[in-house]
């Protein structure tokens, strides 16, 4: 591996944003067959260092050098002309085009001037089939769930047939069989000489895939250490301090159930869905992508309809698909999708953090904003959010701290039952923490968590209870004693194969 | 690495809002151009007269101003303006109602279209620029209808809408600032004001937060319903008769002065003061270009160059972070 050419390096690289320093004296280099692991706190430039390899950013300082001769990269297409393909944190996709279209975007397969479609769908089938994908490729992206989005955009990456391929955490909401299924590629086109920036923070993937790690620590590159250095070495040298224990679960006794679903159904999506949350509890929910968690949870939240079933909190029965009427019940609902379904991007923080708040921060249609901001300063201390002031336009944070300003908003809603979808994706080790003691904090208050989340890990470190779906149905419940990560991804797994014979 | 960036001295705060406020900038620049090349133009007479000038549009772009920032578009204020001052004058003149009560029915005219227009687009779903542009018709033609074709006289007590206190003070500047106000704060400190920016910023996300869309979206079109019949009434009292083909055109000249004044018609952004310094631009270069002699033909050209600029230079100056 040492004998390895190098292909990119970068010096001494600055970036400033107004008000901010994002990089500030970056070194990083790239060998031909090595998986080079970006390791930082939220916020600490790992995104913004690749935006600037991809052409999406100029540097402000410093240089970039392609098999050693220094280049500008000004565009996306000088990138790619480079051998440069990027898989980027926030994805890139085109809602209302179908998977198809997204995949051949910008050169879809022409004859006599007109697109192609039955070609173009066959090779979006080929791309698709490649990441072990099955979706239909005249669905609309807008229909899909985030993990398969995310499958969407490395198809779309790996069909560059780049000599470079930069990931953004890819891994962020793939459940542990996707992971497999992406590292196995990764394997694949590490062998064929192909160079990979990966980025992560979980850091149990970094020893299994990685050869190299450079860790930042705001926006500068403290260290290059190989991959298998101990994790706490890692954190320690990210964080700049220890983290004694990464699942501080502090279970409480369950009291009376807040919330029952009975017997939900929607058709094409989940059938009969029956569970309990008390107060207390923390309640996790795995499975595999598609399995229909995101869409369970919706349903409860009456984000989406559901054809029969109930749901109820303390006992009284919501209407379905009403949102409003679930959270005066006292439902919370923390989305998935940060981007499309739990942001207003165009929006500063205060006004993000406070949007759930609104309606109890108005008297006689006036809106405390005053107050709003007070409480928004505070939480987003709490959490830790890395901005110049509270005023920041929300799309200038970075991946990690967008999704603090989603989790916080609910955390200032005081719901009695929080559901919530992937909470921690994307956010660093240090502030991950600091979410499951405000988790533990909520439950200690008489409050109940349902989690969902592909974090197996975290799903086992923190939950009271896991409760299994596989292809839209409840396939089991483990007390947390029983679960192990075998016995879930048994469960998850197992089902599928059943249902696909009958 | 953060530096903190909210310290302001006052007299840096006068040029931040400049540098901010790309269309405040445009409209220093064309006031002290326009004062250089003509003597007319910096006197109090001909600034007044801008001030009139500006009154009308800008009321209406005020409540196109709620409508843009969710996202949509109301293609209809001007018909509305139109039909409202039009039910005033013949509610007062033919059906005899006393003109306070008149006045009341006219703004009720506003609202209601507003909320049919919100009905089709919220529940109905049609597309805002459909819906509106619907309505645009429907109250152009009950303009017509219900005053046969040919102008009715206002009461002469709302005409008064029209005249200039003390010989200085246009009543129609009056009105503008009163509903100048009236925006600032209906965006700036109510419930209704806040969700219009989160449903234009992401329907979706200000849904799962719990903001009943449909109702605020209600309230968005009623409000600027209301703004027009206001811009409406002002407008046939400083004529002193409602005119059936009043204030044609206008939602254009509206949608421009929102837009100049920095809104984004995808909706999420966009600010009262914006919009009024929008709105004072299309009437500052109208008025220039009249004192400049320039022909009517070659004014429409420089206007339309105008917007284009404007608003180039305010996305040009926004991308400059990057
Ligand atoms: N367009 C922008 N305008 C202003 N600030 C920006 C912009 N883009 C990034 N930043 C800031 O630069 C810093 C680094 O952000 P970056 O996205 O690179 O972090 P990151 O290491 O990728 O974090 P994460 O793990 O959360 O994804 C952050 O403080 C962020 O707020
Ligand atoms: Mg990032």
Redesign the pocket.
């Known amino acids: 591996m040492s004998q390895a050419r190098e292909i990119l390096r970068v010096e001494k690289l600055g970036k400033r944003?107004?008000?901010?320093v994002?990089l500030d004296g970056v070194d990083f280099d790239l060998r031909e067959g090595e998986v080079h692991v970006l390791l930082?706190?939220?916020?600490?430039?790992?995104?913004?260092?690749i935006k600037m390899l991809s052409g999406a950013y100029q540097p402000d300082s410093g240089s970039v050098l392609v098999d050693g001769e220094p280049v500008e990269i000004r565009t996306a297409a000088d990138a790619q002309r480079l051998g440069i393909a990027t898989i980027y944190?926030e994805f890139n996709l085109v809602p209302e085009l179908t998977v198809g279209e997204n995949l051949v975007l910008g050169r879809p397969p022409r004859r006599f001037g007109l697109v192609d479609t039955r070609r173009m769908h066959e090779q979006a089938r080929g791309m698709l089939d490649r990441v072990g994908v099955t979706v239909d490729p005249r669905t609309r992206v807008a229909e899909l769930g985030i993990a398969q989005m995310q499958m969407l955009e490395i198809a779309k990456a790996l069909a560059l047939n780049a000599r470079v391929l930069i990931m953004?955490?890819p891994t962020a909401v793939l459940t542990t069989t996707e992971v497999e299924r992406l590292f196995g590629l990764v394997r694949q086109l590490r062998e064929r000489g192909v160079a990979i920036v990966f980025?992560t923070?979980h850091l149990e993937e970094i020893a299994q895939l990685g050869d190299r790690v450079t860790v930042?620590r705001d926006?500068r590159s403290v260290e290059q250490v190989p991959a298998d250095t101990p994790e706490e070495e890692l954190i320690r040298l990210m964080v700049g301090r220890p983290i004694d224990q990464q699942f501080p679960r502090q279970a409480q006794r369950a009291g009376e159930p807040l919330l029952r679903v009975e017997g939900l159904t929607r058709a094409g999506a989940f059938a009969d869905v029956s569970f309990e949350v008390r107060a207390g509890e923390v309640v996790g929910v795995a499975g595999l992508v598609g399995a229909g968690r995101t869409e369970v949870a919706r349903a409860v939240f009456g984000a989406d309809p559901y054809d029969s079933g109930e749901v109820l909190v303390r006992g009284r029965r919501l209407p379905g698909g009403d949102v409003r009427a679930a959270m005066e019940a006292g439902l919370g609902l923390v989305p998935e999708d940060r981007k499309g379904q739990g942001l207003v991007l165009g929006a500063d923080i205060a006004e993000n953090l406070g949007l759930v708040t609104l309606r109890h921060a108005t008297r006689a249609g006036f809106v405390d904003r005053a107050g709003q901001r007070e409480s928004a300063g505070r939480v987003a201390e709490q959490l830790g959010v890395?901005?110049s002031h509270l005023g920041?336009e929300v799309?200038?944070?970075?991946?990690?701290?967008q999704q603090k300003i989603v989790i916080g908003k609910w955390l200032l809603a005081d719901a009695h039952v929080l559901i919530l979808d992937e909470p921690t994706r994307?956010i660093?080790v240090g502030a991950k923490v600091e979410i499951y003691q405000l988790i533990n904090s909520l439950t200690a208050s008489g409050h109940a968590v349902l989690m969902i989340s592909s974090d197996l890990p975290e799903i086992l470190g923190m939950s009271d209870r896991v409760l299994v779906m596989a292809r839209g149905r409840l396939v089991g419940e483990l007390k947390a004693a029983e679960a192990t990560q075998d016995s879930v991804m048994a469960l998850a797994v197992t089902e599928v194969e059943d249902a696909r014979v009958h | 690495m953060l530096v903190s960036t909210n310290v302001l001295t006052s007299r840096s705060a006068a040029r931040s809002l400049l540098a901010e406020n790309g269309s405040l900038a445009a409209l220093v620049v064309l006031v002290v151009a326009l004062s250089l090349m003509s003597g007319d133009f910096l006197t109090v007479t001909n600034l007044l007269n801008v001030g009139v000038q500006a009154a009308v549009t800008a009321i209406l772009a005020f409540g196109s101003t709620f409508v843009i920032i969710t996202g949509g578009i109301d293609l209809s204020v001007g018909a509305v303006a139109a039909l409202s001052a039009m039910v005033l004058a013949w509610t007062a003149a033919d059906t005899g109602l006393p003109w306070p009560l008149a006045t009341l029915v006219a703004l009720a005219v506003g609202v209601v279209c507003g909320l049919v227009n919100a009905v089709l687009i919220a529940y109905g779903k049609l597309p805002p620029f459909i819906a509106t542009l619907a309505m645009l018709g429907v109250a152009r033609g009950l303009a017509l209808v219900v005053s046969q074709g040919s102008p009715i006289e206002m009461p002469e007590e709302v005409s008064r809408l029209g005249d200039t206190i003390g010989g200085y003070l246009p009543v129609p500047v009056l009105v503008m600032a009163v509903m100048g106000v009236i925006a600032a704060v209906v965006l700036n400190r109510t419930y209704t004001g806040r969700a219009m920016y989160a449903i234009g910023g992401n329907e979706e996300a200000a849904r799962l937060s719990g903001i009943a869309v449909g109702k605020q979206k209600l309230i968005t079109y009623a409000l600027s319903g209301v703004f027009a019949a206001v811009a409406g009434i002002v407008l046939a009292s400083r004529l002193a008769s409602a005119q059936p083909q009043a204030a044609a055109g206008y939602e254009l000249d509206a949608i421009a002065a929102v837009v100049i004044g920095g809104a984004s018609l995808s909706g999420g952004k966009g600010r009262a003061l914006g919009t009024l310094v929008g709105a004072l631009i299309l009437a500052v270069l109208r008025n220039g270009l009249n004192l400049l002699s320039v022909s009517a033909f070659w004014q429409q050209v420089v206007i339309g160059v105008v917007i284009a600029l404007a608003v180039l230079l305010d996305t040009l100056r926004r991308r400059g972070?990057?």
């Open positions: 944003f107004p008000g901010v994002a930082g706190e939220n916020g600490a430039g790992k995104s913004t260092l944190q953004d955490e980025i923070h930042l926006g890395r901005m920041q799309r200038t944070l970075s991946g990690g701290n994307g660093d | 972070g990057r």
